[in-house]
């Protein structure tokens, strides 16, 4: 095997893995993906027995790597948890970085490849045990063409036949690895798949008398956990919306949808996936299906997580819960790891299995407890108390459920690197700003949560628009969710933006159809959703050119709502009410150099802060320095250019031109060439004569060069 350490090849060969692996793993979810100290928004591509992510090396890595992240099963609650990273050099040989891309000299295949270091997630179990531990026939010894050898798996070829396969086999076998050297937990003997029992067991009558204790007297700490209210309010809201369902299917939008799988536990995260994904008929009826159709539940389970895009079978299992919790439990995360907290072993995925434990469970609580809130089902009574063991005693101890939560002095066995932190160093060293212009950026987005960066093109605002968005969030790679970038034109409108109507076709019974114009949120009100559901976290929502739109045709109420964040007004479509979370900032760019653009009125102008972009000498002179190019004069070129050629700054050539890392003299001939001096004869259109100095090949332009 020939270890590949050319840039190039390796470029090549993740690409190939991203490909293929984007390519068969279909489904395709933002999910929270955990690490010892916090969590990170990533977007995982799963077949449900696997998941993958990736993100590309940042510059500030010490050792650029790309990041290579599988895990075992898609979690519903919680955090995702790795299983393993496979990180690849960007080039070159190191040890350092536990994965790397090698070729097959016989058959020419590349094949991904692991060290082997994996450690077993606790004390004493270092990262060479895995070595000692995995089956010898998978070791093969690599080399490199400077002679460096190393033994290393063959985790996958890089093929379209045999790497998932082959690649699930390795993710298996490390969690195989971990489990077996995480404990004192035993395997339950029910399969592969079962739950693991704990090696505390829980004193069920002493929990249940403090349960008890939680419910009913509010001065207890665990009563904003344990009140039963919020249950009642539940039922009462998923049954008036069920009803509804039931009773004028066709005025059941898209908005009920979303409050329907809002007011589940394992709902909150896809709610508006499942709204915006499924044509509504389809989903009605699956629901109805669900909820109603007579058969067994997990047949109508099965069926209804076949129909309906993005909604997992916990979600689907709580749901019909609600609708049945007279007769039927919730089946949701918060269940199943309180029940195997309690003592109670079951597969996870057997629906059948969970409702038995749940039953038994069931008749220790009505022996003991009794029924607290009768006018409440006692399904929905209990699920609280899952509810408050999920949130009180599994975070409160240290041991580990096969879930990932802790119950019993075991340590977490997933160590993912946490996501690299974005701070004001990190603005001036990929922006090139001066430090108070970095600190008034700053400021002014925090003061009043919208600013516009205006100036020529060429000057760095889209650029800079974005790094500001990630110093707000705190991150070097913020998740889609978190940070929004559009671009306005003259077509884009106010139903694209806030909200508009849409046509669909819905049966009306009889094999005969009707075109119904529901409304549908626009792209900035579907973010302000998202932003709403989280308000400790901040949202950046980017409107790259926004002067090239009808500001006022598509902003709407939203001009009110800028300067008065805490009012909310109805919107005409929908007749909801509409509200900008104090979470959100908005950046705006906008270009004074395109005269087909109108000029943004007063009303606009209040309601942002404006900062101005301009031709910067001195900031190209600073990138040089950590960029140096092979031409001495081009700084003195530019400096010439920005201060000479244009009298009218808001029109002045930008420096990103000139800001290519492999800048050459031919290419920047070319440059000159094809994009200044068109630019030059744009402006100067009755005085081109100023242009002919400016020529490449001119006396002057020479001079600067000092060809002279």
């Known amino acids: 095997m020939r270890i590949i350490t050319d840039k190039d090849e390796i470029q090549k060969c993740q690409r190939k893995l991203e490909m293929l692996l984007k390519e068969l793993l279909l489904n395709r979810n933002i999910l929270k993906v955990g690490y010892p100290g916090g969590s990170e928004d990533v977007e995982l591509f799963h077949n449900n027995e696997i998941w993958y992510t990736t993100r590309p090396p940042s510059q500030d890595m010490r050792l650029p790597r790309t990041w290579n992240a599988f895990g075992l099963g898609i979690r519903e609650r919680g955090n995702q948890h790795i299983t393993v990273e496979i990180n690849t050099p960007i080039e070159g040989y190191?040890?350092?970085?536990?994965?790397?891309?090698?070729?097959d000299e016989q058959t020419n295949g590349y094949y991904l490849l692991h060290r082997g270091k994996i450690g077993g997630g606790k004390?004493?179990?270092?990262?060479?045990?895995?070595?000692?531990?995995?089956?010898?026939?998978?070791?093969?010894?690599?080399?490199?063409?400077a002679g460096n050898r190393d033994k290393v798996i063959k985790v996958a070829p890089l093929d379209r036949e045999n790497i998932l396969q082959q690649l699930t086999e390795f993710i298996k076998a490390v969690a195989k690895f971990k489990e077996s050297k995480t404990s004192s937990r035993v395997k339950s003997s029910e399969d592969s798949h079962s739950r693991l029992t704990l090696g505390?067991?829980?004193?069920?009558?002493?929990?249940?008398?403090?349960?008890?204790?939680?419910?009913?007297?509010?001065?207890?700490?665990?009563?904003?956990?344990?009140?039963?209210?919020?249950?009642?309010?539940?039922?009462?809201?998923?049954?008036?919306?069920?009803?509804?369902?039931?009773?004028?299917?066709?005025?059941?939008?898209?908005?009920?949808?979303?409050?329907?799988?809002?007011?589940?536990?394992?709902?909150?995260?896809?709610?508006?996936?499942?709204?915006?994904?499924?044509?509504?008929?389809?989903?009605?009826?699956?629901i109805i299906t669900l909820v109603d159709r007579i058969g067994t539940t997990t047949d109508k389970i099965t069926e209804a997580n076949q129909a309906i895009k993005f909604a997992s079978h916990n979600m689907l299992g709580e749901l019909y819960g609600?609708?049945?919790?007279?007769?039927?439990?919730?089946?949701?995360?918060?269940?199943?790891?309180?029940?195997?907290?309690?003592?109670?072993?079951?597969?996870?995925?057997?629906?059948?299995?969970?409702?038995?434990?749940?039953?038994?469970?069931?008749?220790?609580?009505?022996?003991?407890?009794?029924?607290?809130?009768?006018?409440?089902?006692?399904?929905?009574?209990?699920d609280k108390l899952y509810n408050v063991i999920d949130k009180v005693d599994l975070k409160k101890s240290g041991d580990t459920t096969p879930s990932g939560k802790q119950v019993s002095g075991i340590k977490e066995i997933y160590t993912p690197e946490p996501p690299a932190t974005y701070d004001r160093q990190t603005f001036l060293t990929r922006t090139y700003l001066r430090s108070e212009q970095a600190d008034d950026l700053h400021t002014l987005l925090l003061e009043?949560?919208?600013?516009?960066?205006?100036?020529?093109?060429?000057?760095?605002?889209?650029?800079?628009?974005?790094?500001?968005?990630?110093?707000i969030t705190g991150l070097v790679t913020p998740s889609d969710d978190r940070v929004e970038m559009i671009q306005f034109h003259p077509a884009y409108s106010y139903e694209d933006f806030i909200e508009g109507i849409r046509p669909e076709s819905k049966q009306v019974g009889d094999g005969r159809f009707a075109v119904d114009y529901p409304a549908r949120p626009g792209v900035f009100r579907r973010f302000?959703?998202?932003?709403?559901?989280?308000?400790?976290?901040?949202?950046?929502?980017i409107i790259d050119e926004i002067n090239r739109g009808n500001i006022p045709r598509i902003f709407g109420e939203l001009m009110l709502l800028l300067e008065y964040r805490e009012r909310d007004v109805p919107l005409p479509y929908s007749g909801e009410r509409f509200r900008i979370p104090t979470n959100i900032y908005l950046i705006g760019t906008m270009n004074t150099a395109d005269r087909s653009i109108a000029l943004v009125d007063f009303a606009l102008r209040r309601r942002f802060?404006?900062?101005?972009?301009?031709?910067?000498?001195?900031?190209?002179?600073?990138?040089?320095?950590?960029?140096?190019?092979?031409?001495p004069y081009l700084a003195k070129l530019y400096r010439r250019l920005s201060e000479e050629a244009i009298d009218d700054p808001a029109y002045a050539v930008g420096f990103s031109y000139f800001m290519a890392k492999d800048l050459t003299e031919e290419k920047l001939s070319r440059i000159w060439r094809c994009s200044i001096i068109p630019y030059l004869v744009e402006y100067h259109v009755e005085q081109r004569a100023r242009v002919e100095n400016w020529k490449w090949k001119s006396d002057f332009m020479a001079g600067i060069r000092g060809e002279a």
């Open 528 to 541: 302000c959703k998202m932003a709403e559901e989280n308000p400790g976290q901040a949202y950046v929502f």
């Open 448 to 471: 009043k949560k919208q600013i516009i960066l205006y100036g020529p093109p060429g000057t760095g605002k889209t650029y800079v628009a974005q790094e500001l968005a990630k110093w």
């Open 322 to 382: 609600w609708a049945n919790s007279a007769t039927a439990p919730l089946y949701n995360g918060c269940a199943i790891d309180a029940l195997h907290y309690l003592g109670y072993t079951f597969s996870d995925k057997d629906y059948p299995a969970f409702v038995a434990a749940h039953e038994r469970f069931k008749q220790v609580y009505q022996q003991q407890v009794g029924h607290l809130r009768p006018d409440l089902p006692l399904n929905l009574e209990i």
């Open 94 to 103: 190191t040890k350092r970085v536990g994965g790397l891309f090698a070729q």
């Open 123 to 145: 004390p004493g179990v270092g990262k060479g045990k895995f070595r000692d531990w995995y089956q010898a026939e998978k070791w093969v010894v690599a080399t490199d063409d």
């Open 200 to 286: 505390t067991e829980v004193d069920v009558a002493q929990r249940l008398t403090q349960w008890r204790q939680e419910a009913t007297d509010p001065a207890h700490p665990n009563y904003k956990h344990a009140d039963l209210d919020h249950p009642a309010f539940t039922y009462a809201t998923v049954s008036r919306l069920l009803q509804k369902l039931r009773e004028a299917p066709d005025t059941f939008g898209r908005d009920d949808i979303v409050a329907l799988f809002g007011a589940l536990n394992s709902g909150q995260r896809m709610k508006n996936k499942v709204a915006d994904e499924n044509p509504l008929p389809e989903l009605r009826r699956a």
């Open 609 to 631: 802060h404006f900062f101005q972009f301009g031709a910067d000498p001195d900031l190209l002179e600073r990138w040089l320095v950590d960029h140096p190019v092979s031409i």
